[in-house]
């Protein structure tokens, strides 16, 4: 399979925070371990986890046939 044919979301935004570690409007990006953190941060969180959890965390960026594109929401 060629890099250029896969997608994926790689960033997450808390829309509404869980703990007290989180901050709304905070970015979750794609490790190379696989898990969405933080910026500076170990904390991370798995894919399932994220979308299970629609309420409170929203995708915010694709990569898609090489291409990477943010997802703009209007409430």
Do not use: H
């Not at 869980?18 to 941060?41: I, R, V």
Request: some cysteine.
């Amino acid at each position: 399979m060629k890099k250029s044919n896969w997608t994926a979301i790689i960033e997450f935004e808390v829309i509404k925070p869980t703990n007290e570690m989180e901050t709304k409007g905070e970015k979750l990006k794609l490790s190379p371990f696989g898990e969405y953190c933080p910026d500076n941060s170990l904390r991370g969180y798995q894919f399932a986890f994220l979308l299970m959890n629609n309420r409170n965390y929203r995708p915010t960026k694709i990569v898609s046939q090489g291409k990477e594109s943010a997802i703009i929401y209007k409430w």
